[in-house]
């Protein structure tokens, strides 16, 4: 079965920290893995796109590592600032009957306090 | 340039009614993907439009219907609305369902 679990579920942490997020994924076949921010009531913008060559990607404070072997993604974010609070959501797209299908992680709720 | 644009952005409806959301994606983008995503989880997807047809379908009764225009438009139509139903929804554009795909504020539908 094609899922994507994230964790940890929520995450508080002071601004200036580092956080990892993590994503398992069991979807195949792989075809690319994208990490999103959500802000409340807002649609998901993307952060990262990895394939299965890419080990590490990095967009500004944010860093995406994945290891296709092990079916695992994190999302690193490094001296976080109060706007990174937003729920952050793995997407693992597999090729179906020649298009893309994505399945969506439920997300990681990061809250940062001044 | 427009990035994907949905209407409304709020919506509220009574249980047995009928619903279309309204999704224009972005400039130079031919396909229209619609997910549902209720408070707290992550979208679920429920089909994807390309070339005026539906192309793929995820795990959604028929009551949720959809079509493309050939401006490259979207609908989704949700017939005999349940309470279950309420959540916000989303549509992502993208082009020939295979580059990055750019998602629109989506649509919050309460249902009561």
């Known amino acids: 079965k094609n899922q994507v679990e994230q964790s940890p579920q929520s995450l508080i942490i002071l601004e200036g920290k580092n956080c990892t997020l993590q994503?398992?994924?069991?979807?195949?076949?792989?075809?690319?893995l994208r990490w999103y921010k959500q802000d409340t009531g807002r649609g998901p913008v993307s952060l990262t796109i990895?394939?299965?060559?890419?080990n590490t990607k990095s967009n500004g404070r944010y860093t995406a590592t994945l290891d296709a072997d092990t079916k695992q993604s994190s999302l690193h974010i490094t001296a976080s600032q109060l706007s990174d609070s937003a729920s952050y959501i793995c997407?693992?797209?597999?090729?179906?009957?020649?298009?893309?299908?994505?399945?969506f992680g439920r997300g990681t709720s990061l809250i940062v306090h001044p | 340039d427009a990035g994907v644009t949905q209407s409304p952005t709020h919506l509220i409806k009574t249980r047995g009614q009928q619903v279309t959301l309204r999704c224009s994606p972005k400039?130079?983008?031919?396909?229209v993907s619609w997910y549902q995503q209720a408070l707290g989880q992550g979208p679920q997807f429920i089909f994807q439009?390309?070339?005026?047809?539906?192309?793929q379908r995820g795990n959604f009764p028929d009551r949720f219907s959809g079509h493309q225009f050939p401006n490259y438009s979207s609908e989704l139509n949700v017939n005999a609305l349940l309470l279950g139903d309420s959540a916000l929804y989303l549509c992502a554009s993208s082009l020939r369902q295979v580059y990055g795909y750019t998602f629109g504020s989506g649509t919050r539908l309460t249902v009561v």
């Open positions: 997407v693992v797209r597999r090729l179906s009957g020649g298009s893309y299908i994505p399945t």
């Open positions: 994503c398992n994924y069991t979807v195949s076949p792989f075809s690319n």
């Open positions: 439009y390309y070339e005026e047809e539906e192309r």
């Open positions: 400039s130079g983008h031919d396909t």
């Open positions: 990895m394939t299965f060559s890419e």
